[in-house]
C-alpha cells in the first residue's frame, strides 16, 4: 500500500463514529503533517427499511459504489464486529477495489452455533422500540448492557468505559439495527471473504469472536493476530495494538506491535 493509502472505518451494530477515535486521532495525519483521507461514518449500520432480507447486501453495495465514485479505490478497509460483516460485503463488492480488509474481532464468517444466539439479539433489540424516545433508549439500554457486559467483555476491561459504550449505544435505531443482524444470517460470508481483493487480516479480542480457523480455511492467505486481555471493543481498550495492526497492513508487513500474539502469518 502507498503511505498517502485512504482509511475507512466501519463500526459495529448501534455503533458510531465515536468507537473508532482513537484511530482517526493516530491516522488523520500523514508522517510529514499532510491530511490522510480517513471515513468513519456515524451510524453507517442503519439499514434501510424497504430493503428487507437483504438489507446488508444492499447498504454494502450502496457503500461500495459511493466510495469507488468518491475515489477511494485502493484504501484499507477496516471492519470491528458487525461492522466487519459490512466492510467484507463493501471488499468483496467488485466496483470497489480496496487494497486490504482488516477484521477488528469480527464474526466472519458466522458460524452456525452462534447464529440462535443472533436471532435473539435481533428480536430483543427490536422489542426495545418505542414511540417515546426516552423509553426507548431506556429499553435499548437494558438490552445492551446485558449483551454488552456479558458476551463482550473481559474480566479486565474497565467497567465504566464499558457503561459509556452501552449509552453511547443505546442512541441507535432498534429497527434498523435488528434488520441488519437478521439479513447478516442469511449471508455467505465464505463466498464473500473468497472475493476480497488484497491483502486479508484479523485481530481477535479475549475471549475471541473472529472464528479463526474457519476464516484461515477460506482465505490461508491471511494474518490474524490476537490481544491478550482485552475485551471485543478493542479500538478503545486496545488502541494502541489496533493502531499498529493497521499501520503494518499499510506497509505490508507482518501484523506485529503491543499486545499483539500472532496466530497465523500470511502465506
Not at 2 to 15: A, E, H, Y
Not at 82 to 98: I, W
Not at 119 to 124: G, I, N, Q, V, W
Not at 226 to 255: D, R, Y
Amino acid at each position: 500500500m502507498l503511505p498517502d493509502t485512504p482509511l475507512i472505518l466501519i463500526s459495529g451494530l448501534c455503533c458510531d463514529g465515536w468507537f473508532f477515535w482513537p484511530q482517526v486521532a493516530r491516522f488523520n495525519r500523514l508522517a510529514d503533517g499532510r491530511p490522510r483521507h480517513v471515513v468513519a461514518p456515524d451510524w453507517v449500520m442503519h439499514a434501510d427499511p424497504q430493503d428487507g432480507t437483504g438489507a446488508l447486501p444492499r447498504l454494502a453495495a450502496r457503500l461500495a459504489s459511493a466510495w469507488h465514485r468518491g475515489g477511494l479505490d485502493g484504501a484499507l478497509v477496516v471492519g470491528h464486529s458487525l461492522g466487519g460483516l459490512l466492510a467484507t460485503l463493501v471488499a468483496a463488492n467488485g466496483g470497489f477495489r480496496p487494497a486490504g480488509l482488516l477484521l477488528i474481532d469480527a464474526m466472519v464468517p458466522i458460524v452456525e452455533d452462534r447464529k440462535p444466539a443472533l436471532r435473539d439479539l435481533a428480536t430483543r433489540i427490536r422489542g426495545a422500540a418505542n414511540p417515546d424516545q426516552g423509553k426507548q433508549r431506556e429499553r435499548m439500554g437494558e438490552v445492551l448492557r446485558d449483551y454488552v457486559f456479558q458476551h463482550l467483555s473481559s474480566g479486565t476491561d474497565d467497567r465504566a468505559v464499558l457503561a459509556a459504550i452501552v449509552d453511547r449505544m443505546s442512541a441507535a435505531d432498534p429497527f434498523r439495527n435488528a434488520l441488519l443482524v437478521e439479513s447478516a444470517l442469511v449471508v455467505d460470508f465464505a463466498a464473500a471473504l473468497k472475493q476480497v481483493p488484497g491483502r486479508v487480516a484479523g485481530l481477535a479480542a479475549e475471549p475471541a469472536r473472529l472464528p479463526t480457523e474457519r476464516l484461515l480455511q477460506i482465505r490461508p492467505d491471511a494474518a490474524v493476530a490476537q490481544v491478550k486481555g482485552a475485551g471485543h471493543f478493542l479500538t478503545l481498550f486496545a488502541p494502541e495494538a489496533v493502531n499498529a495492526a493497521i499501520q503494518a497492513m499499510m506497509e505490508s508487513a507482518p501484523i506485529s506491535g503491543p499486545g499483539l500474539v500472532p496466530l497465523a502469518a500470511a502465506r
